[in-house]
């Protein structure tokens, strides 16, 4: 996903639903800013204790994933997020759910992964182009939250967080040593900044959410852990599975 941020700090959608999901955030700092809300660095301790209510709500519609990726390869395809959406009752135009589908298609490959799939309901909720999804009451809280949470980081109101200002928030939350880690999570392609889809596709990992292969890293990871410092050398053959690395745990 890309934009240009110029020293003026103007932001450039690189999409149609990068363009819109620019006004939908402008247009809330300005309600928060009318109402007297404030967004603070504080707010992050707040959410993180709801985060396994968030896990709960994401996860309520893995089943429904699962159901509609028919040739179980983990991934779901244009027509069978249409579907998706169709299935729960929502009345979208398939014009608008290409539009979220290939914006939230983070790595073209033209297949969701569950995570995606998150994203892409997260942004129609926020768009407001699948206004009756009957399960969206769940998601309420986890949405706004990590709305909130991504304009309390976009100080200058511009739709992305600069990643050299993120480092800066990154640092108050938890181990510097970790560092490199959020970034990686939040700017997975290493572009310079953070878009609020890159930002709520790890807001999903801090909440515990996982794909079905991050589910089988997870697993062994608990199992090399467990075993002895005689067994705990074998890490080096799993090193690449621990890549979930939350704030949570830095606050402990």
């Known amino acids: 996903m890309g934009c240009n941020l110029s020293r003026e700090r103007k932001y450039v959608p690189a999409t149609k639903l990068e363009e819109k999901l620019q006004k939908v955030i402008k247009n809330l700092h300005d309600k928060y800013a009318v109402e007297g809300k ?41 027509e069978e997020f249409v579907n998706a959406l169709k299935e729960r009752g929502a009345d979208v135009k398939e014009e608008d759910a290409k539009q979220i589908f290939e914006g939230v298609d983070i790595n073209h490959d033209k297949s969701l992964s569950f995570k995606e799939f998150l994203v892409c309901i997260a942004m129609g909720y926020l768009i407001d182009t699948i206004p009756a999804f009957p399960d969206r009451e769940k998601f309420h809280d986890a949405f706004e939250s990590a709305i909130q949470l991504f304009m309390s980081y976009d100080k200058h109101i511009l739709g992305v967080v600069e990643n050299k200002e993120m480092e800066g928030y990154v640092k108050e939350l938890g181990d510097e040593s970790v560092i490199h880690e959020r970034m990686k999570e939040l700017d997975p392609d290493s572009d310079g900044y953070v878009t609020f889809i890159e930002f709520l ?49 830095d606050q402990k």
């Open 38 to 78: 404030k967004t603070s660095k504080a707010l992050f301790t707040k959410i993180q204790l709801n985060f396994p209510k968030y896990k709960v709500a994401f996860d309520s519609v893995r089943s429904l994933y699962d159901k509609l990726d028919a040739n179980h390869d983990g991934g779901m395809d244009l």
């Open 201 to 249: 596709y790890a807001f999903q990992d801090w909440v515990g959410v996982e794909d079905d292969k991050d589910e089988s890293k997870s697993e062994v990871e608990i199992q090399v852990s467990s075993k002895t410092s005689e067994k705990k050398a074998q890490m080096k053959h799993h090193k690449k599975a621990a890549s979930n690395v939350h704030f949570m745990n």
